[in-house]
């Protein structure tokens, strides 16, 4: 997440590839397509403060136009990978760099940290990891960042469906606390 430090109850926008922030979408549960209640974001228009730009309201780089423009949102990038593989776009760069004079918050979501760019790691404030199916020695090799190898270790130690991990990438915490805090319960063999 790149952040400009508020933004909870500010407008938002999310590019929504799988329709699956508006009233309900279908999902696979258990072997079954199931329809599952969404987040009930509506359609994009430019007067409303919340909502999603789907495939039926133009193409990925519809929405980057739309949001190389916005001032004061959060700005979601669902299946961010559809934006970054092979590198930033120009306009993908503009949104990022202008993000604190435009006030804006940028969330790109990725479904494995092994997917994330360097680039985008480089400029980000957080990271909050769920559990994923990356190896840490590849993540060793892709970021070389402790800090981030440690936060893996620990979101894979938790249970499914635990909460996050939150990495203050500025700041060098991981849930708040310096990352020294977890290595010497490392030591101690309290952590894992």
Do not use: W
């Amino acid at each position: 997440m790149i952040s400009t430090g508020k933004g909870a109850c500010r407008p938002c926008m999310v590019y929504d590839i799988q329709n699956e922030y508006g009233k309900e979408y279908k999902t696979l549960i258990n072997g079954k397509v199931q329809i599952v209640k969404g987040v009930g974001l509506e359609r994009y228009s430019p007067k409303e403060k919340r909502c999603r730009f789907t495939p039926q309201d133009g193409t990925k780089e519809d929405f980057e136009n739309v949001a190389l423009h916005c001032k004061g949102r959060n700005i979601i990038f669902e299946e961010a990978t559809t934006f970054l593989k092979g590198g930033m776009s120009e306009n993908i760069r503009k949104i990022v760099v202008s993000k604190f004079h435009d006030m804006n918050n940028l969330m790109f979501i990725f479904h494995r940290l092994n997917t994330v760019p360097k680039d985008i790691i480089d400029l980000a404030d957080y990271l909050i990891l769920f559990k994923t199916s990356d190896v840490e020695k590849d993540i060793i090799k892709r970021y070389d960042m402790p800090i981030i190898t440690f936060a893996l270790k620990l979101q894979q130690a938790k249970k499914d469906g635990s909460p996050p991990t939150i990495v203050n990438l500025k700041m060098e915490t991981i849930n708040g606390k310096p990352i020294e805090f977890y290595e010497k319960l490392q030591k101690t063999n309290k952590l894992f």
